[in-house]
């Protein structure tokens, strides 16, 4: 059995990163300056993006998207209740409502028939939320959203770099928000992104930094301009440049870790595939996954402890595992506000039931796949009904 604690997850932070971080704090500029536009500029390029907005989490990407495209009050937000809160709760601050549908067994993804079903007169936008880094299924949502003028915004904090139909997530008009958070595939401690046009980027950085009128931040620059205006109250959502040039070094080296994360993903369903009482997380032959999380479900039929003991047993083999997510309608300010029940999202719930995330990051050695391989299969061997 394995010694040593294994972390859920870990950073890749090496020697590049620390010395641009240095460099930064002797440069004398530490908030958003020339290393924000810089890492917007080549984030937008790899994902192949309009335009982006550097932010200082995905959660701020996301409420400055909605602000930015006007929806508040009265207006409905179509979204999955297989996410972090966050997704939701952006949705409340602006005023309006969220309306949650079921997910796809397979993907977690939220299911566009679904979608079309709970479409409302104030339906006004979809928040599908790329689960795990496995892409939506974008083309029916695109369909909806262009027969019912309606805005799509996608929740990508998991699905940097991923595509869909050979679609790169981000790469759309609409807007897009990326997640930075040292979970995340690509971190800048904390961090977000939001991509998509031109034009409601111009207005989302505008709410993004107190509503002050364009480029306000250089107004400490070197012979800049001291004038500005507010043009609404905005919020203090900025990427500082001391995250940035993080994000600018671990976006040098995202293929390397995308690299080590199928890996791992390879050797994780080789070995449980066989496996009957595991389910091994799916990739559309059509997608290009990003491999954020590795879901695990168990069948619950096939073994005699449940889920919350099965992740006891792996944390007593030194191993350190989480689940993602509680749905949304189970956490008591929404089952109370909307009345939710656990079945109201029957696959959700029963997904949510059994499923455990196994650690999945660039800096698993080896060994260390090996022994979450051998535990996990030690477990099934011990319990199996
Ligand atoms: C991590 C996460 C977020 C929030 O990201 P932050 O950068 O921490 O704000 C939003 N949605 C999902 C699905 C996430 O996993």
Redesign the pocket.
Known sequence: MRKEHLPFSRPLIGKEEIDAIVQTLQSGWLTTGARAVQFEEQFAEQAGAPAALAV???????HTALLALGIGPGDEVITTPF?????VNVIEHTGARPVLVDVEADTFNIQPELVEQALTPQTRAILP???AGHPVEMDPLLELAEHHQLEIVE?A??AFPASYRGVKVGSRKNLA?????P??NLTTG???MLTGDTGILKKARVISLHGLSHDAWRRYEKGANWYYEVLLPGFKYNMPDIAAVLGLVQLSRIDEFQERRRAVVRAYTGAFSACTALETPVERSYVEHSW?LYPLRLREEELTIDRNRFIEELAARNIDTSV??IPVHLHPYYRDKYGFHPEDFPVAYGNYRRVLSLPLYPGLQDQDVADVIEAVLDIVRLYRR
């Open positions: 200082n989490s995905c959660t701020a990407a996301l996410t972090f809160a966050a997704s939320v790329h689960y929740d904090a998991h928000a990326f997640s930075f958070y979970t995340k904390e961090g977000g954020h993602h997510f």
